[in-house]
């Protein structure tokens, strides 16, 4: 099972060498981990994906939390969240079958962003699964190039009165 | 005023109540060490850096106190390495300031330039590089407090060549620190809490779990509060013993691999597992799925990593152990468990007579035999530094130790080559106590360099050497596991005690069992550091021994002797 961590930081140097030495030590594995800024120049955001099955998640949790740089860190797996993942996707084409790649672009509702003579590139915004099976049906046109960025989340906007028992029980991890 | 960084450093310390450094000179620390003598600072110079951090982290787990090393940039920093490996397994409260080459010529692979801070990563609780003066003492105040609280570890501070000698105006502040990402504090949810009180009230037959957090953090008076009150038999790591008296009615004994057959015994019979500041090493655990299968365990630990990570616990605190027992005790009910005593009592009878050595002492010398006179001579008031192997655990098992802190020894990390130089700063921080080194002779030749440190400082330690002439431990597994291929293990060893007098250190040879407390006596007369070489049987193993990963009931016992001899009487 994924689970995914969104993890603020404080933005120093050597950071995320941190981070990813703690994974690397304890032997987590890791599906995709981002890092960006914030609306706090102090603080940056991580995204990271972890897989649960070789891993219990609440033990990476607490072993992020055992970094003096880690501020915050939310399993937001089973929470309210939008996740996201970003997708560039190099296609060969020709005159016979742009059009047909053209249409699946409309069906994902993707976007073109650069088109060359034999290929065109693709820009999908989406859940993982959609750009999944995305991918899956740009193959047998034949993919010259494919970038992710990885999952980012965040978790959905709520009204003040209701908490979430999870979340309430997760402040206790510090 | 202006102050140099090197200035700047030295305040720091003094302000943090430092007043003794263990370290060593060289290029890139050199401002820093041209400016010490000019404040009121012990530096104890060693022989290596790795002497230097087990000297700090000795001299933290005999006060309390956090140790602190100064070494210079590269080889003198990864020299640093094993003894912060150390000291982060052992949770002990340590700073080491490192010289780094100048900023300017950082990444450019400079004379002894090492990535100290990259290196050093994954064995410090934190680390620092200073690039701005203006920001180095509020880095070292820092680095104090992370290296002082929640759970305590070494902490490791940089300092390029060029900061020790900018300058700018120094100020210590004393507001209180924020670190946005360091909150250790104690919350424990009512529901776990009452639901511990209802386990402890409840329980038949309950063994407290006592370690190194006891220790730590000053949780003796409460611990010996929570089971005299609620009649529990407590069981003790290697790092826990000093937590309880050993002669205390309800102390069972250590547990784990070479712990008590008894009380190995008692874990896996228990209703419930109190496990106070310990950490469920497989060292004591054995086997985890079969671990004390028929019981309740609550956990209290102040580091929430640890809190199910090896064994699944009906109910984790997390917090400051001691400020946890505070405030259970009062509703812990008074009871009367002798039912569960007593049948630990009758294991423990039956136990001793088989594992306390029978050994036939004439003619032979056995290592539980000097323990035990050791124990004897010093009336069990020395603070003993064991190094790493058999007579690590022999010394556990047969030193009585009444008193907190008066065992030094590396558990987590298992470091041979730590109790000479630990020593070194036990006796520093505990200038008035009677300090003893009990090392085997693998172990002693890792940093017997230290003994020049010994010299230098004028230090009466006494120094006693288990020589078997051979490598014990590993010989035990390869008698038990590898068939008795003894493979690089036999050891071809000086004259220890000409090498003690070449130091100027009195030495005596021993041989005979007869001759260890008389030894021990003339030692303790010395005026100045004595050295005891005991040459002691090499065919000897320490038991019991629950086999690595295997049930911690299911232990190798001491096959019977002949001639049996109460070791203890």
Redesign the interface.
Known sequence: MKHVLVCKVENKPGVLNRISSLFRRRLYNIDSLTVSPTENPAVSRMTIVVDATRTDARIVERNLYKLVNTIEVKDVTDLPAVKRDLALIKVHTNPDTRSEVLNLVDIFRGKVVDVAPSSVIIELTGEVKKIDSFIEVLKEFGIAELVRTGLVAMERGRSDKEVPAVAAAQQVNI | MQQTGAEILWECLLREGVDVVFGYPGGAILPAYDTMTQYDIRHVLVRHEQGATHAADGYARATGKAGVVVATSGPGATNLVTGLANAMMDSIPLIAITGQVAKGVIGSDAFQETDV??VT??VT??NYIVTDVRELASTIREAFH?ARTGRPGPVLVDIPKDVQLDRTGFHYPDDPIE???????T?V?KADFERAIELINGAQRPVVLAGHGIIMSGAVAELRGLVEKADIPVALTLLGIGGLPASHRLCAGMMGMHGEAAVNHAIQEADLLIALGMRFDDRVTGNLKTYAPGAHKIHIDI???E???NVKVDVGI?GDVREVLRELLPHVEKADRSLWLARIDTWLAATRERDILHHDPQGKLWTAHVIVDLWKATAGNAIIVSDVGQHQMWEAQYYRHEEPRSLITSGGLGTMGFALPAAIGAKIGRPDAEVWVIAGDGGFQMTLGELGTVVQEKLPLRIAIINNGFLGMVRQWQEFFYERRYSATPLVNPDFCKLAEAYGIAAFRVDRREDVIPAALRAREVNGPALLNFVVESADSVYPMVPSGADLADMIRRPSQPKAQEVHE
């Open positions: 801070t990259g990563l994954p609780k934190h992370i670190l946005p990402g360091y909150r250790p504090r919350i949810p580091d929430p990593s809190l199910n990570k997390i």
